[in-house]
């Protein structure tokens, strides 16, 4: 009553309350919130527009009160006697990541939340001032464009300032194999003009920071410590450095004999003058190494990268272990280079100088941006906005790519798996949507919630499609782009607005030969666990068709390796490849060769005899042999390293073990006799 009349007043504008005033009122209950009145009236609460029935005006709710109010979605859903506001919009229930899904209300619930989830992984553009920023990692998109299908609300949020996909032709059909589950092929001439390309920027910090307050600083220092002089030998390499002479070729094949001749008598000119070039050439190379040597241990191959200032030069070029920033120790009087770190080829994007606390000291560290280049690869991740995703499987040439009666070909090729049990209608209508809205020139509304079932989406679009001259479902008969004959079946084909996921192959495949392994154990190690960002599992497709799920246990950066444990050596039991085990656990593991003594079995009680002169060192078990009485003859008879003779325990032989059985034996005889 309180909070109905609290309401009431501030809604109107009367008794000075104001419109944002939050009237919580919790109904006694069993087990809930404590009852009672409930006012907030602080700043910086969070609020949104309703409509107040009783007065037919705008009312503002907020977090606290809501739960416990009727608020009908649109007017016919308003029950008399319960329900005290109305949505303005019935799109107002859902948020701004969830009103981007087009056609949403027509896609199976769990989806749209899919969506919500991958749209945050989308690859866009994550800023107005990328040029100002150094994140630690960040992913652009160059090729963002507008969607064709977009709601109002799009627009209203700016979100073109943000594109975070392309528009794709998608045609959904089982074509080659290579779209097979959710894999997906790309047309190869889509990407060569561009479609989904992105970069990667990635900042790293060179340089000292200070370990504690009276430590000594300057004792390292940017750049070189006698700049004028290298640049002087550097400019003495450049002009110092012959003219080439000009090479010789030989004449046609219907040469005459003088121009044979003559060509012989130039080729030994030029031969002559080449050899004295290149050994010009070396000792100008060799003085100008020698010298800048001299300078502080001064690298000549480093100014390749670097500048006389001993920072790299912006779009240079940099792969694993090239110099990326020079520095001076002062107290050793010698220049060092920090390298770069990282499998892929990177483009110094920007160098900047971070200026020391104190402001008397030298700079002690810089930071750079990289740029990777990411252009879409096998492997990499796509979706659409309605919770389908996708691994590319293939980048298939346009020429063998299936094509309609107008000469369209798909960007994108998807399987119709991926409908029947994932229901995602909202997809076919954008396909339809997006196809009409490209015919017509013109963007659609998406906004979900708009048709019904007297006014269906699939009728108004298809009548949009008629009048473009196309079908009305949607559909084409398409023709195959290797035989060139008329598919058996008309073709969903439409476009779609896809987007590229930043779960890249680059960033997770593993590759590993032979790499650290444990001392103890000699079984490859274990490092680290992967990425923080890791979320769940995700189908490399038919990328990696892979009998089991690999279970990743290794950091990639730390050259581990892929885990088969014991789930997976079941499921490779069960598949019958008990062979790919011995080659997996055994061969490729720790494959070692012990002795083993052939009648008592164990590892433990082998013994290396003491070489005896015309002999050849023998291995024995001295569990099966018995001291020797003095009465055995020469040959019979072996001694361990301590002097005592022994007899028999000849019965021994070489197997191959696993490294860890080694290991296991000693423990377990460790535990038995301490
Ligand atoms: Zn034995």
Redesign the pocket.
Same mark, same amino acid.
């Given at each position: 009553m309180i909070a109905d009349t609290l309401r009431y007043w501030k809604v109107e504008g009367s008794h000075d309350l104001p419109l944002d005033l939050e009237a919580g009122y919790v109904p006694e209950s069993n087990g809930g919130q404590y009852p009672g009145v409930y006012l907030f009236s602080q700043q910086a609460r969070m609020i949104r527009p309703v409509k107040y029935l009783p007065l037919d005006k705008e009312d503002f709710v907020g977090p606290f009160e809501q739960p416990h109010m009727s608020i009908a979605v649109n007017t016919e859903e308003i029950i008399s006697g319960e329900s005290t506001h109305v949505e303005f919009d019935p799109t107002n229930i859902l948020s701004i990541v969830a009103n981007m899904t087009p056609f949403s209300d027509f896609n199976q619930s769990p989806r749209n939340m899919y969506q919500c989830q991958m749209s945050k992984q989308a690859m866009g553009t994550p800023g107005t001032a990328m040029r100002y920023r150094t994140d630690n990692k960040s992913y652009r998109l160059q090729t963002g464009q507008t969607p064709i299908v977009k709601a109002p609300l799009y627009d209203e949020y700016g979100l073109d300032n943000f594109p975070n996909g392309m528009n794709a032709v998608v045609a959904v059909i089982s074509y080659t194999g290579y779209d097979m589950d959710d894999a997906m092929i790309l047309n190869k001439s889509s990407y060569e003009r561009g479609f989904a390309y992105g970069t990667v920027y990635k900042t790293e910090q060179y340089g000292w920071r200070e370990k504690g307050r009276g430590e000594k600083t300057g004792q390292m220092l940017f750049g070189f410590a006698e700049q004028e002089s290298i640049a002087q030998v550097l400019s003495d390499y450049e002009s110092g450095t012959p003219v080439a002479p000009n090479p010789v070729y030989k004449p046609d094949t219907e040469a005459s004999q003088t121009e044979w001749e003559e060509y012989a008598t130039k080729k030994e000119e030029y031969d002559k003058a080449k050899q004295a070039y290149d050994s010009e050439v070396r000792k100008l190379e060799k003085s100008t190494k020698d010298r800048l040597n001299s300078l502080g241990r001064v690298q000549f191959r480093w100014f390749k990268q670097l500048d006389l200032d001993g920072l790299p030069i912006v779009g240079q070029r940099v792969e694993d272990g090239d110099p990326v920033a020079a520095y001076y120790d002062v107290s050793k009087k010698e220049a060092k280079v920090f390298t770069y770190h990282g499998s892929e080829v990177a483009f110094i994007e920007e160098v900047r100088l971070l200026a020391h606390e104190n402001p008397d000291q030298p700079c002690q560290e810089i930071s750079i941006k990289f740029r990777i280049p990411r252009s879409p690869q096998i492997g990499d991740k796509f979706a659409s906005r309605h919770g389908q995703k996708g691994v590319c499987s293939q980048k298939w040439p346009a020429a063998d790519m299936p094509f309609t009666e107008s000469g369209m070909q798909p960007d994108i090729i998807i399987n119709p798996h991926a409908f029947p049990s994932r229901m995602t209608i909202g997809m076919l209508v954008e396909s339809l949507a997006g196809k009409a809205g490209a015919l017509h020139g013109v963007t659609q509304d998406c906004t979900p919630f708009k048709f019904d079932e007297e006014n269906t989406a699939a009728d108004y679009f298809g009548h949009q499609l008629i009048k473009a001259g196309y079908n009305y479902h949607g559909n084409e008969p398409m023709y195959s782009g290797i035989t060139g004959e008329e598919l058996q079946a008309d073709i969903y084909i439409g476009l779609v607005y896809y987007q590229r996921l930043r779960h890249m192959v680059n960033d997770k495949f593993q590759v590993r030969t032979t790499g650290k392994i444990s001392e103890l154990t000699h079984q490859p190690i274990k490092v680290r666990i992967p990425d923080p960002w890791h979320s769940g599992y995700f189908s490399l497709g038919a990328l990696l068709i892979l009998l089991m799920q690999y279970r990743i246990i290794q950091g990639r950066k730390k050259g581990g390796g892929i885990r088969v444990g014991e789930m997976e050596r079941d499921s490779m039991l069960a598949h019958g490849a008990a062979f790919l085990l011995q080659d997996r656990l055994l061969n490729c593991s720790d494959y070692t060769q012990a002795w083993i *003594? %052939?009648? *008592? +079995? @164990?590892f433990m /009680?082998?013994t290396p005899t003491i070489m005896k002169p015309g002999l050849k060192p023998q291995v024995r *078990? %001295? %569990? *099966?042999?018995t001291k020797a009485t003095g009465f055995e003859s020469e040959g019979e008879t072996w001694e361990d390293g301590h002097g005592n003779v022994f007899v028999g +325990?000849e /019965? @021994?032989t070489v197997v191959a073990i696993p490294y860890v059985l080694k290991y296991v034996p000693s423990m377990s005889m460790e535990a038995v006799f301490g």
């Open positions: *003594c %052939r009648t *008592c +079995g @164990t /009680s082998i *078990c %001295r %569990r *099966c042999a +325990g /019965s @021994t």
